[in-house]
């Protein structure tokens, strides 16, 4: 990736006070350009907003630089006021592919959205949700009773999904983990890991008393009969990182600590 010697910055913070002040103050320095006009974009808040910004702008297809000036920060460098140009320079670039969800609701209605942690679906009530689970169309689990199921990429395979005791994927290793919630039937399954381009199709078992959602990211949709999620093919995002912190080298560390 190649950025022009003065890149054209486009400065977008979370609303904490924390962030607007340092947009504020970087803007006056490097000027602030509408993200359809940037050569990058500089993301500036905690993780929640960096995802939020890959929703709004990932179309774009501009690289995103992100700074910590929020509660989680695995997706962003450090905030440092000083040689903001020089780091963009020497940043390394992870490209992401998110997953695409389609999900049907007890309606008819179809929905679909990215995403670039995680599919989940989650019970919506005190009883358990009933699943039957199909991979590029074949049945792999008839029944699987639980509090939900998640899909994660490898970025997001450390979030949700390790809380959720599966697997952290590291970086560009073109697989997906499939992790359930609380399983209680088959109480002895942990899950699968597949192949990236895996067509997942998730299908919910007596939906109106057991009523389930579905969330792409933290985009929910109610009352869901099943979906389907599989790797977006035509949307990638480049996030860039400093080198010394690269993502896939926390993504490594992450499976070392205690």
């Given at each position: 990736m190649s950025l022009p010697a003065q890149p054209r910055i486009a400065f977008l913070a979370s609303s904490t006070p924390e962030a607007q002040a340092a947009r504020q103050g970087f803007a006056k320095v490097f000027g602030d350009h509408a993200p359809e006009e940037a050569d990058v974009l500089c993301v500036l808040?905690?993780?929640?907003?960096?995802?939020?910004t890959l929703h709004r702008h990932g179309a774009l297809g501009k690289p995103v630089y992100?700074?910590?000036l929020g509660t989680?920060?695995?997706l962003m460098n450090q905030h440092r006021?000083?040689?903001l140009v020089e780091r963009l320079h020497a940043a390394e670039a992870a490209v992401l592919k998110p997953l695409e969800m389609a999900a049907t609701s007890e309606s008819g209605a179809t929905v679909r959205l990215l995403a670039y942690n995680e599919v989940s679906m989650l019970?919506?009530?005190r009883q358990t949700a009933h699943l039957?689970?199909?991979?590029?169309?074949q049945v792999r689990l008839e029944e699987l009773v639980c509090d939900g199921v998640l899909v994660a990429t490898p970025a997001g395979s450390t979030a949700y999904n390790f809380s959720a005791h599966g697997p952290i994927l590291p970086l560009g290793s073109q697989v997906v983990a499939l992790t359930p919630i609380a399983a209680f039937r088959p109480r002895r399954w942990r899950g699968a890991l597949l192949r990236s381009d895996t067509v997942v199709r998730i299908e919910v078992l007596d939906g109106h008393k057991r009523p389930v959602s579905a969330t792409a990211d933290s985009h929910e949709v109610r009352d869901v009969a099943e979906?389907?999620?599989r790797e977006a093919t035509e949307r990638t995002v480049t996030l860039l990182f400093d080198p010394e912190h690269n993502l896939e080298e926390r993504i490594l560390n992450e499976q070392f600590t205690t």
């Amino acid at each position: 990736m190649s950025l022009p010697a003065q890149p054209r910055i486009a400065f977008l913070a979370s609303s904490t006070p924390e962030a607007q002040a340092a947009r504020q103050g970087f803007a006056k320095v490097f000027g602030d350009h509408a993200p359809e006009e940037a050569d990058v974009l500089c993301v500036l808040g905690g993780d929640g907003f960096m995802l939020h910004t890959l929703h709004r702008h990932g179309a774009l297809g501009k690289p995103v630089y992100g700074m910590k000036l929020g509660t989680v920060g695995f997706l962003m460098n450090q905030h440092r006021p000083e040689s903001l140009v020089e780091r963009l320079h020497a940043a390394e670039a992870a490209v992401l592919k998110p997953l695409e969800m389609a999900a049907t609701s007890e309606s008819g209605a179809t929905v679909r959205l990215l995403a670039y942690n995680e599919v989940s679906m989650l019970r919506q009530t005190r009883q358990t949700a009933h699943l039957r689970i199909s991979l590029n169309g074949q049945v792999r689990l008839e029944e699987l009773v639980c509090d939900g199921v998640l899909v994660a990429t490898p970025a997001g395979s450390t979030a949700y999904n390790f809380s959720a005791h599966g697997p952290i994927l590291p970086l560009g290793s073109q697989v997906v983990a499939l992790t359930p919630i609380a399983a209680f039937r088959p109480r002895r399954w942990r899950g699968a890991l597949l192949r990236s381009d895996t067509v997942v199709r998730i299908e919910v078992l007596d939906g109106h008393k057991r009523p389930v959602s579905a969330t792409a990211d933290s985009h929910e949709v109610r009352d869901v009969a099943e979906i389907e999620v599989r790797e977006a093919t035509e949307r990638t995002v480049t996030l860039l990182f400093d080198p010394e912190h690269n993502l896939e080298e926390r993504i490594l560390n992450e499976q070392f600590t205690t």
